[in-house]
């Protein structure tokens, strides 16, 4: 069992200064270097290595991407710079982002307006492309892993929890309630349509302030995702004044068959 820090607690080099949150695999902390900037810690609870190393492995390879075909989008990933040992337990040393989650901005201001979700939603996406170009799905795309500097346009994707290589078996199953599409609920292999998906529910989300399958519990919501009969609200109906060309991508993207949603790409440059 991973021992929960405090503020004030040392770890490695870093001084533990305040808890950010908890997730599905760890506990996340801000915490100070030697020279007193912020960084923050994520606290595995369930000791995957095996991803730690993953998400590693996966930040160098995006990065080594942006250093070639796709300069200038590094800025637009929260990338996982080491793996610390700690007594018995591990921690994950990513940048500190002062703007906290979009999930944050959604929770004070209970929907945004299109206008931040256009400049918000667009760095993100051109990060995931990137992971798909070198063949993995991030597969946890949701408000709370979609981090912002000192500008929403300045957002950036984070969480490599459960990323993994397309189109192999999967390592581990993971979903994130209303975010997921059916097939990555029902385990199979990770492709870039899930990510799609995933987009296009924080989209809505964002616009609207509801998920679109949203319902009383997470397991009803999980039903409702899950049955290929159910579909959503279409978007313009919540949000007349979405742009129809977005909204015709989200709502497409939403779709239960992933044959039917739109590439990454279109669903990018529905936004133009
Ligand atoms: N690099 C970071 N910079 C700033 N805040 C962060 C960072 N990573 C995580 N957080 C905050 O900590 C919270 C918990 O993160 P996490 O453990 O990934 O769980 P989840 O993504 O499910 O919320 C996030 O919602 C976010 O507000
Ligand atoms: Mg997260």
């Known amino acids: 069992m991973a021992v929960f820090r405090k503020p004030g607690d040392r770890v490695g080099p870093y001084k533990i200064s305040k808890r950010l949150g908890a997730g ?27 991803q730690a190393n ?14 070639s075909a796709y300069r200038g989008l590094e800025e637009h990933f929260v990338p996982v710079l080491a793996l610390l040992r700690d007594n018995d337990d591990f921690f994950l040393v990513m940048p500190y982002m002062i703007g906290g989650s979009i999930a944050d901005a959604l929770a004070k201001r209970g929907k945004l307006d299109y206008e931040v979700v256009r400049m918000a939603i667009r760095p993100p996406m051109l990060a995931c492309h990137v992971m798909h170009k070198v063949g993995v799905v991030h597969r946890d795309v949701k408000p709370a892993n979609l981090l912002l500097r000192d500008h929403p346009a300045r957002s950036a994707l984070a ?20 975010y997921s ?17 995933s987009f296009a ?14 319902a009383a519990t997470e397991d009803e ?18 949000a007349p004044n979405i742009p129809h060309s977005v909204a015709r991508a989200v709502d497409a993207a939403l779709s239960k068959n992933p044959l039917a949603r739109p590439s990454l790409r279109e669903l990018y440059q529905s936004f133009n």
């Not at 993953?54 to 250093?67: D, H, N, R, T, Y």
């Not at 969480?159 to 209303?178: E, H």
């Not at 039903?223 to 579909?231: A, K, S």
């Open 24 to 50: 599905g695999n760890g506990i996340a902390y801000r915490a100070t270097d030697a020279k007193d900037e912020f960084v923050v810690l994520k606290l595995l609870t369930d000791s995957n290595l095996a």
């Open 54 to 67: 993953f998400e590693i492995e996966l930040s160098m390879s995006v990065l080594a991407a942006c250093a």
């Open 159 to 178: 969480d490599f929890g459960i990323s993994a290589p397309a189109n192999t078996p999967l390592r581990a199953p993971g979903y994130s309630t209303g």
């Open 181 to 197: 599409c059916p097939e990555q609920m029902f385990n199979h292999p990770a492709s870039p349509a899930q990510d799609v998906f």
């Open 201 to 214: 529910a924080t989209i809505y989300e964002l616009a609207t302030g509801i998920r679109p399958f949203a």
């Open 221 to 238: 919501e999980d039903q409702l995702v899950g049955d290929y009969t159910v579909t959503h609200t279409p978007l313009n109906t919540l």
